[in-house]
């Protein structure tokens, strides 16, 4: 049995949730509070919305894929700081980019953040949500748009018709 | 068989504090605040012991050996059944062990409701219910035809005598009813609602996760049929929780799980059930949990549930006067007659991110939409922030939770 | 995922008993000697101290909270369920814990056999089968209008690929058989039955609850639908089990429990489940119980489950010869072959005085049917002794038992 | 944690088995070796058997009631030393007592050997079962012969006809 004081993290040989500023960094603050590329598309190509389901937080993704490439992102629904800003990261991480480039970027980013130590830090804005990783009840926040714009993206590779 | 022995003052509570090993931390370089004891309670030594000493010196079986420790493990196992049994005014025989609550409200609709009801009865329920008593009444419902009805609530979350009155119908066949809400805290009349029910042969199904750990309660004084709750909310151990139910009610339900213990003859085609309650315990039970309960209701009855009822719901009620006063935030439920439970929103701050700017000062609050999704959409939000109180909890917790709230605002800029 | 880790020497077995406190006692003045360890096996320390950290450390709900002591008990919980996977030779997805093989067997009874199986399939048992794994399949059978088929045994007591063979046909829709018989402690053919099953696809229920703790089970290589096993077996916590089941299995079944964390999305009228395995865990689960079990797992691990088959199985084949050796006892099941269970009879005197003799020399034993009462009329006795052994006895320990033998024909004049 | 070794029943603070002639005194195992008034009768006017689940063991109750008085009474079935001994030492307890008289006789054993501690230890050769107080894992087996004569005896109290 335990006896006197300990600290939490010094006990259990993690750091977890020790450092605020870690998280929340500025420009995570920033994209929150000025969300780029917010709202819904006129005629996306491949749209999927998922919800988180501790919060009930919803993250919709509309993509305009042409000639092989993502023309166009967007994104919708409520959400954490950590959630929106994602999100709103995403977009210019993926515009541009061709679809095995932009299902690359989602998935090395959801990999790195669930602890897959081969995988290279996130480039661009989405490299401030590194730290999340040291906040494990977030990582579902962070990658919410990720997985949508995967799904999004693999639901049309799939044969047309209902499945 | 009283729930609460008479103690005459109440106890201090800062030395209540000194007995949940749990407390002596400090997270994020702060005390460790704990105000998400609705989700789960902290452990007193006192329980930790117990299960230990059933792990270490007679880790045995029950009921089917003849040698020394499945005897002793046997004789604790059934003297827990008894202690918790008494705890909430019920004779050992009507107390089914059950993993939790939820197993608890799913063997009455499974076992009760599914046989007993038929298209066109009623199943009356509250908008404010947890998932784990909403989702098993809608299967009912689609397996047999039953139809749901809630009774509305009044604005500031309360359900009323009236309301109940209300929506009861001549097909009302059964009601199913938390003590008290997760969300709002507050209580719900069951009395009136058992006295409505057995007028006509309905049967009220209570949902007491919030309630057991914080009043006294007597399921004969509140005449249920059956009343669900779990060992891990109120300083028990996890994995084990028991339903009561009068035992003629228990004797017209089937059973969830078959084999092992709960059977009486068995051929290769044919099988018999042994007597209630063991016919609903199938398999190996939780014998180290159901020990450990007991070891935590002893040490609740030492304290008095009136005094811990009182405590929680002062520390409760302050921080909700106190949280209310602070600029943008909102909290839900009415002014009064709150238990330990204060939900509350900060305008422009998400409930994560309210959350985790508490738990970098050690404050421990839960974010979410906390089971009841359907109350959440009635309120118009997603989620909320909880901060829950119980008998370890002190003034100076509300103080922190006051000031983290501040702290909150600073950091987003609100 | 290997199941057991390359160990080169076999432990010191005597040194690894001191890792159980229980067995620092006297039991009516004798060293204790436990053979009930089929019934429940005891704990090693390491498992104590892991329940004691989650009470004493970070007793709080997984899941839900952003919280730093929930963040710790969600990694804990889902760590162990990793561990357990991996100790079967399965992923985490495809691990859902349970009470209990019992209620992993349930599960799958209820949730995919009652949806899939309709009038004239056939559901293929043995004589010998745990009521935890028969008593389910009447139910079924009753609800939906298939048939039991008994597989028969040798005359001692052996399932073989030609019995299974000659009681499969083309009806034939699901079979579930013990991997270990828990009387005869027969090891059955599972490859076989899969390869079978397969063909048609039938599917393939395995009772595992006395292989995971004795033998290196891998699923993978099995080939099994579904997979069903205990923690308070095999070291770990009472309160806990796990079933696995291939993932396109488990996504054909309904939940049993419905409420708390397996639920999406909920409105007032519908539901919708959370992924697999989570659909399945209805309600606040038993923390305590994995995190305990995931340290069980660890040990074992350590250890090796080669040297742990190889130390029972040595153990119980030794006991099996002496016992049969002596006068007026008679041993159950093969001569050869068994894993870590003898069930045996001493003429003239009931099992139950037997094992009262040997109590009261400090040797713990189990008598009676053993959950397995078509097996005891098949063997046309009403019951028997059962002595089983583990990784924590010794062969000291045989020498106790066929000396208590001897002193049960004393005290009783046979 | 403990540490050392210990004897279970100290420290328990209870005596679980701890001596066994207690339990098998001389004239249990007579009874057992040579049960009285074993076998079934012709013409019972009360009838009733039951088991015990743990081992599966069946006591079946005889009785000829007559004039209110218990004129006779058998038992059959299997089980261990303890069943086989009570169910014989049963009989002599009862026969020629009232129907009230045999009642209270069960009632006061089982209650006796269920830890009620107002009732007083048996009379008879049943006294010599006084011991299985001691263990409570065959206190089912000492009692079996009892319940099965009190629900016979109530059985017919009840109105007759299905129920
Ligand atoms: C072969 C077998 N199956 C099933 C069970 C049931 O396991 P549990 O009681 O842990 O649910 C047991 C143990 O009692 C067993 O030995
Ligand atoms: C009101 C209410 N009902 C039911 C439950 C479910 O209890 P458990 O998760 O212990 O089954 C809870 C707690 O989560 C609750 O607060």
Redesign the pocket.
């Known amino acids: 049995m335990s006896t006197g004081w300990w600290t939490a993290s010094a006990k259990w040989g993690v750091t977890l949730g020790a450092n605020l500023d870690e998280l929340y960094r500025e420009v995570i603050l920033d994209h929150c509070q000025n969300p780029r590329r917010m709202g819904a598309m006129e005629h996306p190509t491949h749209s999927l919305g998922l919800h988180n389901p501790t919060c009930g937080d919803k993250i919709a993704v509309d993509l305009r894929v042409e000639d092989g490439r993502i023309a166009d992102y967007r994104f919708s629904g409520h959400g954490c700081s950590i959630s929106m800003a994602s999100a709103s990261m995403l977009g210019d991480a993926v515009v541009g980019k061709t679809v095995a480039e932009a299902e690359q970027v989602a998935q090395g980013f959801v990999r790195f953040l669930t602890g897959d130590p081969s995988t290279a830090s996130p480039a661009g804005d989405l490299e401030a949500l590194a730290g999340v990783k040291n906040f494990p009840a977030r990582v579902k926040c962070a990658t919410l748009a990720h997985n949508a714009l995967m799904e999004a993206l693999e639901g049309a590779a799939r044969p047309p018709g209902p499945h | 068989m009283t729930t609460t022995p008479a103690t005459t003052a109440p106890p201090t509570w800062a030395a209540v504090a000194q007995a949940f090993p749990a407390l002596r931390q400090t997270v994020n370089g702060h005390r460790l605040v704990y105000l998400d004891s609705?989700?789960t309670s902290l452990k007193p030594q006192a329980v930790i012991d117990a299960v230990v000493e059933y792990y270490a010196d007679y880790p045995s079986n029950v009921h089917r050996s003849v040698h020394t420790l499945a005897g002793r493990a046997t004789e604790a196992y059934e003297a827990a059944r008894a202690r918790v049994a008494a705890f909430v005014g019920a004779d050992a025989q009507s107390l089914v062990f059950t993993?939790?609550?939820?197993?608890?409200?799913n063997l009455v609709a499974s076992g009760w409701a599914r046989r007993h009801l038929r298209p066109g009865d009623e199943i009356l329920l509250t908008p404010a219910?947890?998932h784990?008593?909403l989702v098993p009444w809608q299967q009912v419902a689609k397996a047999t035809g039953a139809r749901l009805v809630f009774a509305p609530l009044t604005a500031d979350g309360r359900l009323t005598a009236e309301a109940i009155r209300a929506s009861f119908t001549s097909r009302t066949r059964l009601a199913a009813v938390?003590h008290?809400?997760?969300v709002l805290g507050t209580e719900n009349p069951i009395r009136e609602l058992v006295a409505l029910a057995h007028r006509q042969d309905a049967v009220v199904v209570v949902?007491g996760?919030?309630s057991a750990p914080h009043l006294p309660v007597s399921v004969a004084a509140l005449g249920v049929d059956f009343f669900?709750f779990?060992a891990?909310?109120m300083c028990g151990p996890t994995g084990i929780?028991a339903l009561y139910g009068r035992p003629e009610r228990l004797r017209e339900a089937d059973p969830l799980l078959f084999g092992g213990e709960m059977i009486a003859e068995v051929d290769q085609e044919h099988a018999t059930w042994a007597d209630v309650p063991y016919r609903f315990e199938g398999g190996t039970p939780h014998v180290a949990g159901a020990i450990g309960w007991g070891a935590a209701v002893a040490f609740l009855e030492r304290l008095g549930m009136d005094h811990i009822a009182a405590h929680s719901r002062a520390l409760a009620m302050d921080a909700a006067a106190r949280l209310a006063a602070l600029p943008r935030v909102s909290v839900y439920g009415p002014a009064g007659g709150r238990q330990a439970v204060v939900a509350f929103n900060y305008d422009g701050v998400h409930p994560h991110d309210v959350a985790q700017v508490l738990d970098s000062q050690g404050i421990a609050v839960r974010a979410g939409h906390?089971?009841a999704q359907p109350l959440m959409a009635a309120l118009s939000i997603q989620s909320s922030v909880r901060a829950s109180f119980y008998l370890y909890n002190t003034r100076e917790d509300v103080d922190r939770l006051v000031d983290g709230l501040r702290e909150v605002g600073r950091y987003f800029g609100r």
Chains 1, 4 share one sequence.
């Open positions: 609705a989700a993993r939790g609550t939820t197993e608890g409200l219910e947890h784990s008593n938390a008290v809400s997760n949902d996760a919030q669900a779990s891990h909310k929780g906390h089971c």
